[in-house]
Every structure is written in C-alpha cells, then in structure tokens.
C-alpha cells in the first residue's frame, strides 16, 4: 500500500513568513518525480519554483491562485509508493477506467485512452488491455480513495462528514469552474458516483434558473479594488515604514556631465565589454562612499545606534516584470569599473525575465536611482528601509550652460541625494553630493581615489 506524505512550504529564507501561489504545476493524481517543481510562489522578494522532495502521486493540492500560503502550511500530499514484497502483483484499481476519461475516479487516478495527454497513474504495467468489466466499480470501496479537499482546522466534536461520491478530475474541475457544490448532486453513476452530464445538468439548470432583481449600488461601491500582493504589497509595507520612521531630507545639483559622457565613448571605442553610465556612477558612488563612510549605514531596529556597513552592497533601480525592483551588486567597492558594468548587465536581465532570486534583493548599504531612463529630470525618491542614503540621477540632456565663462550647449543631468537624518548633518549630505558632482564634471578626479 502506498504512503501519503504531506509536504510543507519551505522556510524560503531571508525572514519571509509566507507566499503567494502564482501557477500550479501539477494535477491531482498526477505522478511527480521527486524533486519536481509542483507549485510557483511569490515571495515579497521574487517568483520561485517550488520542489517536492517526493516522488508518487499527487493526492491533493492547497492552496488556489492568488492565496497565501504560510510558511510551515501543507502544499501537496503525495502517495508514494511501498517497497513491493516478493511476489505481490502490482494493484491497478483504475485499470478498468482506462476506455472512459469521464468515468468516474478510482484508486490514484484514471489513464487516457489516447496519446498525447499525460498518465495520471503510478502503475508501471500497461492496463488499457483490461476489460472494463474486470473490475466493477461498485467493488472499489470509496473510502479507500484519497480525495483533495482544502485544509481546515479540526472540529472540536466529532461531526458526521459529508461524503462526496469519487469522481474523475476533469468533472471536479468542470464543477469548480462552473460553481457547483457536488455535495447537493445526485449522482446518475453506479452506487451514486457523480458523472460530467450530472455536473452539465446543474449548470444548465442555474443559467435558466431567473436571476434576481440586483440592489441599487451607489457609484461609489462600484468601482474596482485591485489587492495589495507579493512584491507590491512589500513595497507598500517597506516604503510606508521608511516615511514613517526615517527623517529624511533631499539636497540636489545640477552637473555638466559631458566629461563623463566623452570618456564613456573612449572607453567603448577600445576593444572590450561596453561600459554603462550607470556602472561610471556606480564606481563614483563607491569612491564617494569610502569619504564619507557615514552614509554606508542604517539605524538600528530600536533607533538607539547607528550600524556602520564594511562593505558597499550596491542597490539599484531596475524595471522588470513584477515591476521596480531593486537588485544588490554584493561587494560593489571591490570591484573593476568593468566588473560593475557586468554585475549590474546580468542583474538588470534577471530583473527583466523576472528570474532575481531573494538573496539577490536582499542586503543592500546604499542605493543608485537612475530615474533618468524614464525621461525625468529630478526626483525625491524615498529611502530604502533600512539605508540612510540614496543618490538620483536625471536624464542627460543637452542644455544651454555656461562653460569657461561663455554660454555653451553641454551635456546636463540633475544628481539628487536623499538621507536619513539621523546619520549625518546637512553638511556630510552636501560634501558627498558635491564630491559626486565634481567627479561627474572631471572624472579624471577619480585617479586620485584608485
């Protein structure tokens, strides 16, 4: 006889509690191999597979689209299989379904007659050759069939339960679908069981059924409410306590970046990977930070000290499928100007493909915005629960400037920097944005610095 195990939701690290179901990847009465992916959850931090460590037949599933799963909460229980004992025949219980998909479900599963559709039974041996008639379903007792039902706490008192007749998946799904409760069903089927025409009847009967007059609802209640989930009800929650707790403030310059753009094309004019202005920013944000080391910090939880970070874990803005995310360049200040351009390439990809794991939006000391690549000049962003700093960058565009004391067109871009309070004054806040500017405008300031 095979044995039900149930599988939990994993811990999924970095201090999540639960997660959100996106997409299953199997069916009940499916058969899985161990370690398969069953289910794609998202986390407050990215979109993952989740394996099972079990290998059998799915028996149930928890959980429906949208729904949040805790952490510890079952997924799925799968029957898997028992060593078999020397000379134990194998048992087919569906094997005499096999001719008819709608019959109803006995034993783990049913097995399509035609190719092309996958087997949803664990017998190894071929069955289709078995007569119908060889197994009556009325000899099956129902009992002894695992039916997928959602979990829920245990009564207090014994109650009687209420025994739906097994049926094939294909009609619990169309029941599903259409909303009708197979507990108020009479089956047509042998000793009751539940058939689809059984199922297509009460349906007919509902769309025919007239529908009653709906109550007047004031223009107000009508209109659409879309649910804080996964990663935007994170965001949500982090950028709500930063504005809550942080006393932050903003300080911004414009800077003439043609320097900056001149040696970006002489650099992509040699052989090598092309270098990004967001990887020169990047390698002056490290530099600007190993001045004022302050900056790389964040508060402690009780706000009574302030925790100076080693290392420059570098976050930066990136657009991807689930939206804004902020991907971490671990060990930014270590790294080559090159090393940074494809650190920040391969990140930047992940986020489009929605593939970030959550250690790689985790951890971050200070964070890089470039809102220029939305068209924008300025910005005053709202700091990255738990940093204390974060730099903007606007777009670069051509602007009349006035350059070795005459008016000239040149390369303009907007740098904001906005700060937790309660790590610095005004005074550290301008001396990095100033320091930042100026290698903006020379970047030959940067030798000094290497």
Same mark, same amino acid.
């Given at each position: 006889?095979?044995?039900?195990?149930?599988?939990?939701?994993?811990?999924?690290?970095?201090?999540?509690?639960?997660?959100?179901?996106?997409?299953?990847?199997?069916?009940?009465?499916? @058969?899985?191999?161990?370690?398969?992916?069953?289910?794609?959850?998202?986390?407050?931090?990215?979109?993952?597979?989740?394996? #099972?460590?079990?290998?059998?037949?799915?028996?149930?599933?928890?959980?429906?689209?949208?729904?949040?799963?805790?952490?510890?909460?079952?997924?799925?229980?799968?029957?898997?299989?028992?060593?078999?004992?020397?000379?134990?025949?194998?048992?087919?219980?569906?094997?005499?379904?096999?001719?008819?998909?709608?019959?109803?479900?006995?034993?783990?599963?049913?097995?399509?007659?035609?190719?092309?559709?996958?087997?949803?039974?664990?017998?190894?041996?071929?069955?289709?050759?078995?007569?119908?008639?060889?197994?009556?379903? =009325?000899?099956?007792?129902?009992?002894?069939?695992?039916?997928?039902?959602?979990?829920?706490?245990?009564?207090?008192?014994?109650?009687?339960?209420?025994?739906?007749?097994?049926?094939?998946?294909?009609?619990?799904?169309?029941?599903?679908?259409?909303?009708?409760?197979?507990?108020?069903?009479?089956?047509?089927?042998?000793?009751?069981?539940?058939?689809?025409?059984?199922?297509?009847?009460?349906?007919? !009967?509902? @769309?025919?059924?007239?529908?009653?007059?709906?109550?007047?609802?004031?223009?107000?209640?009508?209109?659409?409410?879309?649910?804080?989930?996964?990663?935007?009800?994170?965001? =949500?929650?982090?950028?709500?306590?930063?504005?809550?707790?942080?006393?932050?403030?903003?300080?911004?310059?414009?800077?003439?970046?043609?320097?900056?753009?001149?040696?970006?094309?002489?650099?992509?004019?040699?052989?090598?990977?092309?270098?990004?202005?967001? !990887?020169?920013? !990047?390698?002056? #944000?490290?530099?600007?930070?190993?001045?004022?080391?302050?900056?790389?910090?964040?508060?402690?939880?009780?706000?009574?000290?302030?925790?100076?970070?080693?290392?420059?874990?570098?976050?930066?803005?990136?657009?991807?499928?689930?939206?804004?995310? @902020?991907?971490?360049?671990?060990?930014?200040?270590?790294?080559?100007?090159?090393?940074?351009?494809?650190?920040?390439?391969?990140?930047?990809?992940?986020?489009?493909?929605?593939?970030?794991?959550?250690?790689?939006?985790?951890?971050?000391?200070?964070?890089?915005?470039?809102?220029?690549?939305?068209?924008?000049?300025?910005?005053?962003?709202?700091?990255?629960?738990?940093?204390?700093?974060?730099?903007?960058?606007?777009?670069?565009?051509?602007?009349?400037?006035?350059?070795?004391?005459?008016?000239?067109?040149?390369?303009?871009?907007?740098?904001?920097?906005?700060?937790?309070?309660?790590?610095?004054?005004?005074?550290?806040?301008?001396?990095?944005?100033?320091?930042? !500017?100026? #290698?903006?405008?020379?970047?030959?300031?940067?030798?000094?610095?290497?």
């Amino acid at each position: 006889m095979p044995v039900v195990r149930e599988f939990r939701l994993p811990d999924l690290g970095e201090g999540l509690t639960g997660a959100e179901v996106v997409r299953w990847m199997v069916e009940v009465g499916e @058969v899985i191999a161990v370690d398969q992916p069953v289910v794609e959850v998202e986390t407050a931090k990215a979109v993952v597979e989740v394996p #099972c460590p079990y290998g059998g037949v799915v028996t149930a599933r928890y959980g429906e689209l949208g729904e949040e799963i805790a952490v510890g909460a079952p997924l799925v229980t799968v029957a898997v299989a028992a060593a078999p004992t020397e000379g134990a025949v194998p048992e087919a219980p569906a094997a005499a379904l096999a001719a008819e998909v709608e019959r109803p479900l006995v034993g783990y599963g049913v097995v399509e007659s035609k190719g092309g559709r996958r087997r949803r039974v664990g017998a190894p041996a071929p069955v289709a050759a078995v007569p119908v008639a060889a197994v009556p379903v =009325a000899a099956v007792p129902v009992a002894a069939v695992p039916v997928a039902v959602a979990a829920a706490p245990a009564p207090a008192a014994p109650v009687a339960p209420v025994v739906v007749p097994v049926i094939s998946p294909l009609v619990r799904r169309l029941a599903r679908e259409q909303g009708v409760d197979l507990a108020a069903l009479a089956g047509s089927g042998p000793d009751g069981l539940i058939m689809r025409a059984d199922v297509e009847r009460a349906v007919a !009967a509902k @769309v025919a059924a007239p529908t009653p007059a709906a109550p007047a609802v004031a223009p107000a209640a009508q209109e659409g409410v879309v649910p804080l989930r996964g990663l935007r009800k994170a965001v =949500a929650e982090k950028l709500s306590r930063s504005h809550r707790e942080i006393p932050a403030a903003t300080c911004w310059v414009d800077v003439d970046a043609t320097e900056l753009m001149a040696l970006r094309r002489q650099l992509n004019a040699t052989p090598g990977p092309k270098v990004s202005v967001l !990887a020169l920013l !990047a390698r002056i #944000c490290t530099v600007a930070l190993a001045r004022f080391p302050e900056l790389n910090s964040s508060v402690t939880e009780d706000g009574s000290g302030i925790v100076r970070h080693s290392a420059v874990h570098l976050g930066f803005a990136a657009q991807g499928e689930r939206g804004l995310v @902020v991907p971490v360049v671990r060990g930014a200040h270590a790294r080559s100007t090159e090393q940074l351009g494809e650190e920040l390439g391969r990140l930047t990809e992940a986020a489009r493909k929605g593939s970030l794991t959550p250690a790689e939006l985790t951890g971050g000391t200070f964070t890089l915005n470039n809102y220029g690549v939305f068209g924008v000049d300025g910005s005053t962003p709202i700091l990255n629960h738990p940093e204390a700093a974060m730099l903007g960058v606007g777009r670069i565009v051509a602007k009349p400037w006035v350059y070795g004391g005459e008016l000239a067109v040149r390369e303009v871009t907007q740098l904001s920097f906005t700060f937790d309070h309660r790590v610095c004054d005004g005074g550290t806040a301008g001396g990095f944005l100033r320091f930042v !500017a100026d #290698c903006v405008e020379q970047p030959g300031m940067l030798l000094r610095q290497l």
